[in-house]
């Protein structure tokens, strides 16, 4: 399996970064003017200094040039006064760019929204029009050039999700129903019903500390194949690893959080891993994962360590671990990492003081069911990269695709990659003898619950 072309946004090295530091080169200059006006300040003493008027007698004109020297040096038009204006002024640019830059960076992903969504009004209003320019000109492309192979279309145009998805309120508008895409996952979200959660824990592996990035991407991916002993093969249940040092000290917890297993319609639920539980974490909501992980963390003693605490999801999975990150902190876990693997996640807030790594293959269509491109700031890291297999599955599994570009960043030296894995000594530095894994299942009460 090939990923090629890969690239980095955000972090350390991303584009919010240069703008923060845009802002304390600002602050900083700002500062340099005020010790430069103080200087100033504390000059204009001396041409008033008793010792100097004194000398006058002696020397007047020396004394004379002496304070026609300084008052050019203090207050001329290269003096140490307009100098300091200077500086000050200068500061203020910065700052002033950097305000700038951010807004228009704002304003350019509200435009694309808004036209989004008067696409889908115009559809709405119009659908017979755009059926026939539209939806023909695609259906001919799909049977001229693919066979009628509608998936092999839709994952060789995959930007086609992202308009979809963002057309969707402009539709729903159009039939009377005026909403934008936040509001159309919680009118969503509400035909599902969430439910409480029952964590049961089923048993205790050996398998080590993770040593770097592919090491985590292949514990997920263990994780969500659900095949270990013990489990009974259940591909809902979630991972967490209790990171030790070498003295039996613990370090941290990493949390494996695999993707969708179950699809039921509308007001149905099954696992802790269904569509409802997919839809309810875009909406912003919290879900009976989340529950579970927090239930998992308390049971293996996060919230006694106080240990750094690190999410690592795929699909389903990230969501939850993205959106799980606010309220798990509100409760006292430290959670400082997350992981995410082809997971739409860039409308989802993330505390500053969290370190993000996303990993998105161009060419897997579910991180663009947000309709969202990640943010662009110092603490979240986005990662694309190109991996065609012609498939939707195999586009958005995680073996051999992003366990691959994951190994691929472990051998590079892109900057906000390297800032991440250096910040993640707590969960890559444990100690194989002593870590463990336990593995629990996470079900909705009265709901396949364990016997």
Partial sequence: MTVSNIGVSGGAGGVTAKYDDLAALGDLTGDVAGDTLKTAVAGHKFLAEPDVLASSLLNPGG??????????????????????????????????????????DELAAKG?????????????????????????????????????????????????????????????????????????????????????????????????????????????????????????????????????????????????VPGTKDWPLPGQVESANDLGVNVDAMAGNNTVLQEGIQQALREAGAHDTGAPVMLVGHSQGGIVAAQATTDLKANGYNVTHVVTAGSPVGRIDVPSDVQVLSLENRNDIVPRLDASDNPDSANR???????????????????????????????????????????????????????????????????????
């Fill in 112 to 256: 694309l929204d808004a036209s989004r969504w008067f696409a889908g009004l115009a559809v709405a209003t119009n659908p017979v029009g755009a059926a026939l320019v539209g939806g023909g000109a695609i259906a001919t492309d799909v049977y001229l050039n693919y066979d009628g192979d509608w998936e092999k279309w839709l994952v060789d145009h995959p930007g086609m999700v992202d308009n979809l998805v963002g057309m969707s309120p402009g539709v729903l508008s159009a039939l009377g129903i005026p909403v934008d895409l936040a509001t159309t996952l919680d009118l969503l979200a509400a035909t599902y019903p969430d439910g409480e959660a029952v964590t049961t824990r089923l048993g205790e592996h050996g398998y080590g500390a993770p040593d770097d990035l592919e090491d985590l991407l292949n514990g997920l991916a263990k994780r969500n194949d659900g095949m270990d002993d013990g489990d009974g093969g259940r591909p809902s249940n979630i991972d967490v690893k209790i990171i030790k040092d070498a003295n039996g000290n613990v370090t941290g917890y990493v949390v494996d």
């Fill in 381 to 451: 890291t986005t990662v694309t990269f190109d991996n065609q297999t012609g498939t939707f599955g195999g586009n958005h599994a995680i073996r051999e695709n992003y366990t691959e570009a994951a190994r691929q960043l472990d051998s590079g030296s892109d900057p906000s990659v390297a800032r991440f894995r250096d910040t993640a000594g707590a969960f890559l530095n444990g100690d194989d003898k002593n870590s463990v894994t336990w593995n629990y299942h996470v079900a909705r009460k009265g709901v396949n619950e364990l016997p």
């Fill in 63 to 104: 004394v004379v040039k002496f304070e026609a020297a300084m008052a050019v040096a203090l207050d001329g038009p290269n003096g140490l006064t307009a100098t300091s204006a200077g500086i000050g002024l200068r500061g203020e640019a910065l700052k002033a760019t950097r305000i700038a830059y951010e807004m228009a």
